[in-house]
């Protein structure tokens, strides 16, 4: 049941009240009516049922519109993560990329100075060649240094002169050798350094291809984020147009109740005058109300009577009445006897039946059937406690077979359970 109880409510005090004026007691046959006064409470009554057509479907826009808005809004949270997650991971990627360029810089530098390395290597390696070519022409024009070596020593004239020939000798073979271990070692320092090239080489190969990938998905980044910063926009304009759907229809809503009730007030504040007569006729039951009606349905209670906070419009309002839930087409009971009012259909409570069950300690007492499936009994019609009036349905606003049942004391609603 939904939470438009005002209009509703005071509906069923127009129709219930305009014969509480003449009741005598539970049970007894309704009088009629002033007839002027029932002629023209008819006719606001069709202009208010027309009302309430509108009024059906303008709810129903507000159900429509604030399901969009609530589906709108989710979306543009997820949109609005989504966009920070890539923003996210496009800084990342960013920072690495910015990473890789400095390391592919590194692996450049490195590059160039194994490639100089290198020239310097076979530059070196060029030297030590010419250095042994010169040795060997040397031994080719002059001889073996140490076969000249010890020919000398030979002709040496006293120990003195052998000495200074020894070290002669050693000079020009120690000149030899360092030439050919000179050209030995640049000859392996060369192959590294074209090692260091080479592995130089690979690591800008490397560097420049994780780079190139990186901007890449940099690339992809930039082209997801602009979708998603897009999309947060789209988002964002339909989340205004459906806030305005939702506002403007629960607008029409309000101000079509507020007619309604001011139509309605001024018809109860006529019929009540009407009641007031009728309980200083006297008449009617008198007693205790404790287990004075019985059950409506055979069903449990799902939503008590009471103030809580509308599920759409979010303002604290009465639930006028106790829902009772049942199977689509159950058996809907007179709680007591009485007669019947009033049927008629209302987009907000679907079919619904009046049944006055008179005066009851002073006061009218009007029972309301709502959401049904229809009715088995027409108006004017007295009907018996227990007898079948209708079958359970869910007509109107309403998300599922139930019986929404409302227990008017004087066109006020009061707990039916209470009474039952």
Not at 104 to 121: K, M, N, S, T, Y
Not at 207 to 224: F, G, I, Q, S, T
Not at 345 to 363: A, C, D, E, I, P
Request: with cysteine; net charge negative.
């Amino acid at each position: 049941m939904r939470y438009f109880p005002s209009a509703a409510r005071q509906r069923v005090v127009v129709a219930s009240l305009a014969t509480a004026a003449t009741l005598g007691g539970l049970a007894i046959p309704l009088a009629n009516a002033d007839d002027g006064l029932k002629d023209k409470q008819k006719r606001v009554e069709q202009q208010i049922e027309a009302a309430h057509d509108d009024l059906g479907e303008a709810s129903k826009r507000v159900q429509r519109t604030t399901a969009a808005l609530e589906v709108a809004r989710t979306k543009l949270v997820g949109a609005k993560a989504g966009l920070d997650d890539v923003r996210a991971r496009l800084a990342d990627a960013q920072a690495r990329d910015r990473e890789m360029q400095a390391k592919l810089v590194l692996a450049e530098e490195a590059l160039e100075q194994a490639r100089a390395d290198v020239l310097a290597g076979q530059a070196a390696l060029a030297a030590q060649r010419v250095m042994v070519v010169n040795t060997v022409n040397d031994v080719y024009e002059n001889g073996d240094p140490q076969l000249l070596a010890f020919a000398s020593l030979m002709e040496a004239d006293s120990p003195e002169d052998l000495m200074r020939r020894m070290e002669a000798t050693d000079a020009v073979v120690g000149s030899q050798d360092r030439a050919y271990a000179g050209l030995h070692e640049a000859e392996i320092l060369l192959r590294v350094r074209e090692g260091e090239v080479e592995t130089a080489q690979q690591e800008m190969e490397t560097r420049r291809a994780d780079a190139a990938a990186n901007l890449a998905m940099v690339r992809d980044l930039l082209e997801e984020a602009r979708v998603a910063r897009a999309n947060v926009i789209s988002l964002l304009q339909t989340n205004r147009d459906a806030r305005e759907k939702a506002l403007a229809a629960r607008a029409k809503d309000k101000q079509v109740l507020a007619t309604l009730k001011r139509r309605e007030d001024r018809i109860k504040a006529r019929i009540i005058a009407e009641a007031e007569a009728a309980a200083r006729r006297g008449g009617g039951y008198q007693g205790d109300t404790g287990g004075l009606l019985t059950a409506p349905v055979n069903g449990y209670v799902t939503s008590p009577f009471g103030y809580r906070v509308h599920p759409i419009y979010g303002y604290y309002g009465l639930h006028d009445g106790t829902d009772f839930g049942v199977s689509c087409g159950q058996s809907l009971f007179a709680v007591a006897g009485g007669t019947v009012t009033d049927i008629y259909y209302s987009s907000v409570y679907g079919n619904r039946l009046y049944l006055s069950l008179g005066q009851v300690n002073g006061k009218n007492m009007t029972v309301v059937y709502n959401h049904a499936a229809g009715y088995r009994v027409g108006e004017g019609e007295q009907v018996a406690r227990g007898e079948v009036v209708g079958y359970a349905g869910d007509t109107g606003w309403s998300t599922g077979c139930h019986l929404h049942f409302t227990v008017l004391v004087n066109g006020e609603p009061v707990d039916p359970m209470n009474f039952i």
